[in-house]
């Protein structure tokens, strides 16, 4: 998980230190895709809906609400204030209600509505909506109080509008190399969308040896990686005789051009 954060589902389960001790999260699923990517020209507009499950036995209150999102290679993630990402999509998105109560076993469907404006826009731009079970006291004992820890569930759905066919897809390798440690012959890079639009890569890679024979390769396919986003890949090849290697690394973004680097590793 840690080496590709841009999931198609993103679930975040922050810990808490809370006064009155047995507070429970809501048994609360989100049963809609976590990734919505839609097609649309400046001035279009298209609507969506998040379907949120409760499991439990009792109503629930769900908080829905917007944040920005980027992540990278290094594992980390960010969820800054709506709109403040220059390719943020947050405004254009209104949700039919900030808040719902999902009866015990039920389903709720939350609809919201896209509106691209009528700028001149290219590429993909994108933002989550959150949906948050609402923490629940539980009963405490009399004249009691003591720090518990609790569990805050969210889900994040991302919105993705990518404008027509526009903006660049541009690939770009970063610390490619071995992985220190391991057992056995395996390589990590990172790879960096540098474009204007989203999309999901293709990777390859060729390892020969030094006589020039092909001894090993692998591909993988990976979520949709934002511009300015980056991932960490991961190729294991198994055991290799020790040795120097050409890693020959190929990034498939969908368009006609096939992005390639070349490496030497040792093993």
């Known amino acids: 998980m840690s080496r590709l954060r841009a999931t198609l589902q993103l679930l975040i389960v922050s810990t808490l230190a809370l006064i009155a001790a047995g507070r429970l999260p809501a048994q609360i699923s989100v049963l809609s895709k976590t990734v919505e990517e839609r097609v649309a020209a400046p001035g279009e507009g298209y609507a969506g809906r998040i379907t949120i499950q409760n499991t439990g036995s009792t109503a629930e209150t769900v908080r829905l609400y917007q944040t920005d999102y ?49 700028d001149s826009l290219r590429g993909t731009f994108w933002s989550v909506i959150m949906i948050e079970g609402a923490m629940k006291p539980a009963a405490a004992a009399r004249g009691k109080q003591e720090v518990g820890l609790g569990t805050v569930v969210r889900y994040a759905v991302q919105v993705a509008t990518h404008i027509g066919q526009s903006g660049s897809r541009t690939v770009k390798f970063t610390k490619a ?13 990172d790879v960096n969308d540098t474009g204007e639009r989203a999309y999901r890569p293709v990777l390859r890679v060729e390892l020969y040896d030094a006589s020039g024979v092909l001894r090993a390769q692998g591909k993988q396919s990976r979520g949709l990686l934002y511009p300015g986003s980056s991932l960490r890949q991961h190729f294991d090849f198994g055991k290799l005789p020790a040795g120097t290697y050409k890693a020959v690394i190929f990034a498939d973004t969908g368009e006609d051009t096939v992005y390639a680097s070349q490496y030497t590793v040792v093993f």
């Open 70 to 118: 980027q992540f990278s290679a290094d594992g980390t993630s960010s969820f800054d204030a709506a709109g403040r990402q220059t390719r943020s999509n947050a405004a254009w998105i209104s949700l039919q209600a900030p808040q719902v109560t999902v009866p015990a076993g039920a389903l709720v469907t939350v609809p919201y509505s896209v509106n691209v404006p009528t």
């Open 177 to 189: 190399g071995v992985v220190p440690g391991d057992t056995s012959a395996a390589i990590e890079l």
